[in-house]
C-alpha cells in the first residue's frame, strides 16, 4: 500500500504570495489533518477533514485554509505569506477520524 | 486549551543506558499516542494507550499510562544508535463534539556511541 504523498517537497516563496501544498492520504483513508512543523512552536495542528468535511481547526489565522476532495485527497492553501510562515507542513492521514496517524514526508515551505 | 508537557526537552545518553521521556497533561486524557520522529523524517506512530494504569512493551520500549489518566512514558532499556530520534507524546481533546490533536513539545534524543 502507498504511503502518505505530499507535494511539492521543498518550495520557496516570497512575503505576500500564496501557496497551495497537496496532500494524497493512503487508500482508504478518509481522515485527513494537516500540522505545522517549526523548530520554535514544535508540531501545531491546523485542521482536520473527514470525508470533505472540516471537522476542527487550529488556532491559526484565517490566512490558513484547506480542503478535501470527494477522493479523500487533500489541499491546504496559505495566502499572504509571512516569513513566520516558513515551515515544515505534514499532512496525516488516519482509517477513521480518531485513529493512529500515518504521516507524510512533509512540505518544506521557505518564505523569503 | 490543552496544554501537554514533556520532560526532559533534550536527552543525551551513553549507548546501553536507559531513556525515559515524561508526558504530562493538565486534563484527563481519554487517550495517548506516542510518535518518533527521526532527524530529517517524519513521525511515526509507536503506540496508543487507552486504559488507566495500562503498560504496553515493544521490545526495549515501554509505555505507560497514568492511573489518572494525565500523564504517560515512554522508556527505552539499553539504548542503541538507532533510537536517536525526538519522541512525541500526541492527546485527543473534544472540541465541538469532536478531537483535537495535541501534540507535545517532544523530547529529543541523542544517543552516543
Known amino acids: 500500500k502507498a504511503g502518505v504523498t505530499q507535494t511539492p517537497r521543498y518550495l520557496i516563496k516570497t512575503r505576500g504570495q500564496q501557496v497551495t501544498l497537496s496532500c494524497s492520504p493512503i487508500?482508504?483513508?478518509?481522515?485527513v489533518s494537516w500540522y505545522q512543523q517549526t523548530p520554535g512552536q514544535g508540531l501545531q495542528f491546523l485542521f482536520e477533514?473527514?470525508?470533505?468535511?472540516?471537522?476542527n481547526k487550529g488556532n491559526f489565522p484565517g490566512r490558513f485554509s484547506g480542503r478535501q476532495f470527494s477522493n479523500s485527497r487533500s489541499e491546504m492553501n496559505v495566502s499572504t505569506l509571512e516569513l513566520g510562515d516558513s515551515a515544515l507542513y505534514l499532512c496525516?492521514?488516519?482509517?477513521?477520524?480518531?485513529?493512529?496517524?500515518?504521516f507524510g514526508e512533509g512540505s518544506r515551505l521557505t518564505v523569503l | 486549551g490543552q496544554q501537554v508537557m514533556q520532560i526532559p526537552q533534550y536527552q543525551h545518553v551513553q549507548e546501553g543506558e536507559d531513556f525515559t521521556t515524561y508526558c504530562n497533561s493538565s486534563?484527563?486524557?481519554?487517550?495517548i499516542q506516542w510518535y518518533k520522529q527521526r532527524p530529517g523524517g517524519h513521525p511515526v506512530f509507536l503506540i496508543q494507550?487507552?486504559?488507566?494504569?495500562e503498560v504496553k512493551k515493544q521490545k526495549r520500549l515501554t509505555f505507560q499510562f497514568g492511573e489518572a489518566k494525565k500523564n504517560s512514558s515512554l522508556h527505552i532499556t539499553a539504548t542503541q544508535t538507532t533510537d536517536v530520534g525526538t519522541y512525541f507524546c500526541?492527546?485527543?481533546?473534544?472540541?465541538?463534539?469532536?478531537?483535537?490533536?495535541?501534540f507535545g513539545t517532544g523530547t529529543k534524543l541523542q544517543v552516543i556511541p
Open positions: 500526541a492527546v485527543r481533546e473534544d472540541s465541538g463534539g469532536y478531537q483535537k490533536v495535541t
Open positions: 477533514y473527514f470525508s470533505e468535511t472540516q471537522r
Open positions: 496525516a492521514s488516519s482509517p477513521h477520524p480518531d485513529g493512529e496517524l500515518f
Open positions: 486534563t484527563t486524557l481519554s487517550n
Open positions: 494507550l487507552v486504559k488507566s494504569g
Open positions: 487508500s482508504g483513508h478518509r481522515s
